[in-house]
């Protein structure tokens, strides 16, 4: 089963408005992590926003906020007044409790952000 | 300032010609990671070392495979590239296993002709 799903393969939104990422995940452990990387067509991956699944407020980073729904198991990422250089590959990752075997990050399909002037 | 580096950027090998590709840190972590990502899906786990013990992926083919040789440095070896492994290679870092976030190095892009 899929465990982070990310249905919006492409968005096109204009500048200086703000926009949301859809992501949602599936897990049945208690403690786990939520991240947003953004990949600009250069390739690296660039860390934007961690949610932790016991932290009581959403996090924020700059323009950047998480709205996290944890009984939705929804971890959507929001960006406010969007600027060109938001044009990028976004991805929602997931990290379960770091046991061995379970280090890695999983990491959804992606959305294709177009910011237009 | 860079943390994670990865030499080179792009890399161009011959079908079957094995190649090195190299990431360095100098966050100290214990924790290194190699991802294989084809154009236009997300990243995928190959393998990663917790300090010196190596961690191989269920589904990483046997043609990959990997050195670390100190803390600093992970080497990713391709034995006989083959043209489905061309793809970007991002190598990534953690402090601890304990450590949720992961500090990704720019990525070599490999093309296989």
């Known amino acids: 089963a899929q465990k982070i799903t990310q249905t919006q393969p492409g968005m096109f939104v204009q500048e200086k408005e703000a926009v949301t990422l859809d992501c949602t995940y599936d897990?049945?452990?208690?403690?786990?992590?939520l991240f947003w990387y953004k990949q600009p067509s250069s390739g690296e991956m660039i860390f934007l926003i961690y949610?932790?699944?016991?932290?009581?407020q959403n996090a924020t980073e700059g323009r950047y906020s998480l709205n996290f729904q944890k009984a939705r198991k929804s971890a959507n990422l929001v960006i406010s007044a969007s600027q060109l250089g938001d044009s990028a590959m976004y991805f929602c990752?997931?990290?379960?409790?770091?046991?061995?075997?379970?280090?890695?990050?999983?990491f959804g399909t992606g959305t294709r952000l177009t910011i237009i002037p | 300032d860079a943390m994670v580096i990865q030499n080179p950027r792009y890399q161009v090998t011959q079908f079957g010609k094995p190649v090195t590709l190299s990431c360095s840190q100098t966050?100290?972590?214990?924790?290194m990671y190699w991802y294989q990502q084809k154009s236009s899906q997300a990243p995928k786990l190959l393998f990663h070392?917790?300090?010196?013990?190596?961690?191989n992926e269920a589904d990483t083919p046997d043609n990959f495979q990997s050195r670390r040789p100190n803390t600093s440095f992970c080497f990713l070896d391709i034995r006989s590239p083959g043209l489905g492994d061309a793809a970007m290679y991002l190598c990534?870092?953690?402090?601890?296993?304990?450590?949720?976030?992961?500090?990704f190095g720019p990525g070599t892009r490999l093309t296989v002709t």
């Open positions: 070392y917790y300090d010196k013990d190596f961690n």
């Open positions: 990752a997931m990290r379960e409790p770091p046991y061995f075997g379970n280090e890695k990050l999983t």
């Open positions: 966050l100290n972590h214990n924790v």
């Open positions: 990534a870092t953690s402090r601890d296993r304990e450590d949720y976030e992961q500090y």
């Open positions: 949610q932790g699944s016991y932290d009581q």
């Open positions: 897990t049945s452990d208690p403690s786990y992590g």
